[in-house]
C-alpha cells in the first residue's frame, strides 16, 4: 500500500565517504528507472538513469545498480561532497505516457 | 540548459476559491506533466498531456482539477474549488519524446489553502 509519513529516513555521510543509497520499486512490469535529487525549495534534479535491460550504470561520481529480481535500486555517490546534501528519490515509469512514480526519498546529510 | 518555467513560486488562496498555476515547458518538448509534493511525502503524479489531450490521469485528478495548453507555450493547472488538503508544492515536468530523454521539472508553485 500507500507509504505516508512525515520523516524520510535519513542517511548521514562524512565528507569524502561513499554514499549508498537504497530503493524497492513496486512494478515488476516497470522499464526504466531514474534518480532524482531535491534540494529544499526546488524541483526534482535529474542524476542518473537506467533501462531494465541494464544492471549498472556510471555517470559522474554516481553508479547504480538494479536487481530486477527482487526489485531493487540503488544509488552510489562516491566521495560524497556537502553540495550532494539533499533528498534523493528513485523513480520508475510505469505507463507508455512517461508517467513517473516516485519512492519515499531519503535525507542525505553531508557532515565535515 | 533549458528550463521548465513556473509561476507563481507561491500561492496563497482561500478554500473553495480557483487557482490557476502557470508552466512554460521547454520549447521544442511534446509531452507534459503536473505532479504534486504534499509537505514531507514522495512526489505523486497527477496527469500526463500530449497532443492536446489528457493522455493519462491519477486517482487525484478528479473533477476539481483540469489541464490546458492555451497557446503554443504555456501549460496551465486549474483547481475549481480548492479544499484545505490541495495544499501541497506542484510541480510541472516536460520531456521531448516520452520519459527516457530530457525530463525536465520547475521548480515549482508552493499552493498553500488557507
Known amino acids: 500500500g500507500e507509504s505516508v509519513g512525515l520523516h524520510l529516513p535519513t542517511l548521514s555521510v562524512q565528507e569524502g565517504d561513499n554514499s549508498i543509497i537504497n530503493c524497492a520499486y513496486s512494478n515488476s512490469a516497470s522499464d526504466y528507472f531514474i534518480w532524482y535529487k531535491q534540494e529544499s525549495g526546488k524541483g526534482p534534479q535529474f542524476i542518473i538513469d537506467?533501462?531494465?535491460?541494464?544492471d549498472k550504470r556510471q555517470g559522474q561520481r554516481v553508479t547504480v545498480l538494479l536487481n530486477k529480481t527482487v526489485k531493487h535500486l540503488s544509488l552510489q555517490i562516491a566521495a560524497t561532497q556537502p553540495g550532494d546534501s539533499a533528498v534523493y528519490f528513485c523513480?520508475?515509469?510505469?505507463?507508455?505516457?512517461?508517467?513517473?512514480?516516485f519512492g519515499a526519498g531519503t535525507q542525505v546529510v553531508v557532515t565535515p | 540548459e533549458p528550463e521548465v518555467t513556473q509561476t507563481p513560486s507561491h500561492q496563497v488562496t482561500q478554500m473553495g476559491q480557483e487557482v490557476i498555476l502557470r508552466c512554460v515547458p521547454i520549447?521544442?518538448?511534446?509531452?507534459f506533466y503536473w505532479y504534486r509534493q504534499i509537505l514531507g511525502q514522495k512526489v505523486e503524479f497527477l496527469v500526463s498531456f500530449y497532443n492536446n489531450e489528457i493522455s493519462e490521469k491519477s486517482e487525484i485528478f478528479d473533477d476539481q482539477f483540469s489541464v490546458e495548453r492555451p497557446d503554443g507555450s504555456n501549460f496551465t493547472l486549474k483547481i475549481r474549488s480548492t479544499k484545505l488538503e490541495d495544499s501541497a508544492m506542484y510541480f510541472c515536468a516536460s520531456t521531448r519524446t516520452g520519459v527516457n530523454y530530457g525530463y525536465t521539472f520547475g521548480s515549482g508553485t508552493r499552493l498553500t489553502v488557507v
Open positions: 537506467i533501462r531494465s535491460n541494464m
Open positions: 520549447s521544442n518538448h511534446l509531452y
Open positions: 523513480a520508475e515509469n510505469t505507463g507508455s505516457w512517461g508517467k513517473l512514480q
